[in-house]
Nanobody
Framework: QVQLVETGGGLVQAGGSLRLSCAAS????????MGWFRQAPGKEREFVSA????????YYADSVKGRFTISRDNAKNTVYLQMSSLKPEDTAVYYC??????????????????WGQGTQVTVSS
């Protein structure tokens, strides 16, 4: 069973930066594609970014392209989301997800989808 634990959320002023981390554990976790999603109050969960199992390809929602960077370190079983030029509309609970292939970009994912518990990011204006 894959387990995901997010850290790094917090309160930041608009224009600031944060780096989220997602530590993964479990069998064959390094073979999973990894993604980040977010959910703001009263809104549906939405895709933010994803990375393939070997880090060879990355994907971003248009709303974060050019401001967020996803990366992974398979030696540490950790995926990161570097967030820069943060805006108040980035305020949300951010969730890490593991899934097989490009299913990681979709909601719902495949039968192999795993979610973290989420970490709050609040951007003040």
């Amino acid at each position: 069973q894959v387990q995901l634990v997010e850290t790094g959320g917090g309160l930041v002023q608009a224009g600031g930066s944060l780096r989220l981390s997602c530590a993964a554990s479990g069998p064959t976790v390094s073979s999973y594609a990894m993604g980040w999603f977010r959910q703001a109050p009263g809104k549906e969960r939405e895709f933010v970014s994803a990375i393939t199992w070997n880090g060879g390809s990355t994907y971003y929602a248009d709303s974060v392209k050019g401001r967020f960077t996803i990366s992974r370190d398979n030696a540490k079983n950790t995926v990161y989301l570097q967030m820069s030029s943060l805006k108040p509309e980035d305020t949300a609970v951010y969730y890490c997800a593991a899934d097989l292939g490009m299913a990681v970009r979709r909601i719902p994912g495949s039968e192999s989808r795993h979610w973290g518990q989420g970490t709050q990011v609040t951007v003040s204006s």
